[in-house]
């Protein structure tokens, strides 16, 4: 009789973009009239960079003759990409070797997967509010889940505490929902801990490219001993309108080892390595060729163009919140402001409000943990018109 993975019992009915998404799918079709403004998944609106397109073009032409064409590639990503990210990290400061990077569809998928990598019996730490990924990916393996919570009090950068014995510690910064980023120190004492306890950290850094400020961390292997705790996960998503080409990328380093529960010490870049080789048949061609523009100079500056304009987003929408006296986080470093719901209205209540009432879609901070009650999140991936519009029907709102 086959059975199947019961943990899969504990999770929530649907992943939380999939319910809001249903939600949206029920009021247009009940109000098929009415101009609906997307603020909700953290999803881009601009095209891809011309470089961009024009490398993939020219992908496309190669895959079409014979001379050019290629079939698989290697599972980790060619080195052509390997190298282009390598250059990327060291003009922001930090030295890699090829060897240490491994491409995928998306950090989606490798904030997922691994969790192959670790025995069951690791203690898991996450914030909370937290990219529901983290925390479901570990119930379907029923580990042991603790939370820190991330309140207004630590500006939702929740800090290590000594008496807390975790394993694996997951850190979004820029953070997903909140926003907030954490600074060199607080990164420090996160990797101190992590060394500490023998622990390892996973860096969620899909959001780094949105830090203007060169004293803040975009990586977490600026920090001295990170390359001893830490594995990197970073996306085309966010940084070059990558979220329906799909690529990202894990940095494991060669030096990072811990032993399995038989005593051995084994390299987790080599774990990874043999884990996507084997179910993990590589990122097509054609978009590496895209995502290696992307990581280019001169692909740089148009995505960071794309950056400029969706902080512009971002920017109009904290001046509302300011006009309104709404309390609200992020929107600096992030393509997300988290704002506290209006008249202590509940998360999903001011959700149905906005959808309802104003027909703007934004994402119930409830969804990403019990600290997230009471807070909403809107991203601002949208164009200036709508969000300029939605930002208008907000000011006027009168509640
Ligand atoms: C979000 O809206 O939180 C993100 O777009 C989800 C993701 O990157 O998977």
């Known amino acids: 009789m086959a059975l199947v993975n019961g943990n899969f019992a504990k999770l929530k009915e649907s992943y939380l973009f999939s319910d809001i998404a249903a939600r949206v799918k029920a009021f247009t079709e009940a109000h098929p009239d009415k101009k609906l403004i997307k603020m909700g998944i953290g999803d881009v609106t601009l095209p891809l960079a011309p470089s961009v397109v024009e490398a993939m073009t020219k992908a496309v032409q190669e895959m079409g003759h014979k001379e050019t064409f290629r079939g698989y590639g290697p599972e980790q990503g060619y080195e ?47 914030p909370d ?16 889940i603790l939370y820190m919570n991330g309140t207004p009090e630590n500006d939702f950068l929740p800090m290590p505490d000594p008496a807390v014995k975790a394993d694996i510690i997951y850190l979004c910064s820029p953070n997903n929902p909140t926003g907030a980023a954490y600074n060199k120190e607080q990164l420090k004492a996160w990797v ?38 830490a594995i990197e996960f970073c996306s085309f998503s966010k940084t070059a309108g990558f979220t329906g080409t799909r690529c990202g990328y894990t940095v494991v380093p060669l030096q990072l080892t811990r032993k399995s529960p038989e005593g051995n010490e084994m390299s987790l870049n080599k774990m990874w390595l043999r884990r996507q080789t084997t179910k993990f048949n590589g990122v097509n061609y054609i978009v590496q060729r895209g995502a290696e523009a992307a ?15 969706y902080r512009e987003n971002a920017r109009m929408m904290m001046e509302t919140f300011d006009k309104k006296g709404y309390k609200y986080y992020g929107g600096v470093y992030s393509p997300y402001v988290w704002v506290k719901c209006p008249n202590g209205m509940g998360s999903w209540e001011y959700f149905d409000h906005l959808l309802n009432d104003l027909a703007i879609v934004g994402t119930p901070g409830a969804g990403f943990g019990t600290m997230g009650e009471g807070y909403l999140r809107l991203s601002a991936f949208g164009t200036h018109e709508g969000t300029k519009e939605a930002m208008e029907r907000i000011e006027k709102d009168n509640i």
């Not at 060897?99 to 997922?112: H, L, Q, R």
């Not at 023998?198 to 390359?227: H, Q, W």
């Not at 990581?295 to 304009?309: H, I, N, Q, R, T």
């Open 80 to 126: 052509f990409l390997h190298e282009a990210i390598a250059k990327y990290y060291a003009r922001h400061g930090v030295e890699l070797e090829t060897k240490e990077i491994f491409v995928s569809d998306g950090a989606k998928s490798d904030c997922g997967n691994i969790t192959d990598l670790f025995d069951d019996s690791n203690v898991i730490l996450v």
């Open 295 to 309: 990581m280019s100079p001169v692909g740089e500056k148009e995505c960071g163009d794309m950056l400029a304009y």
């Open 129 to 144: 509010p937290v990219y529901p990924v983290y925390v479901d990916t570990n119930v379907m393996r029923d580990r042991k």
């Open 192 to 229: 101190d801990y992590a060394l500490k306890n023998d622990a390892i950290i996973l860096y969620d850094a899909a959001y780094e490219a949105f830090i203007t400020n060169p004293e803040m961390p975009r990586s977490i292997y600026t920090i001295p001993g990170a390359k001893d705790c």
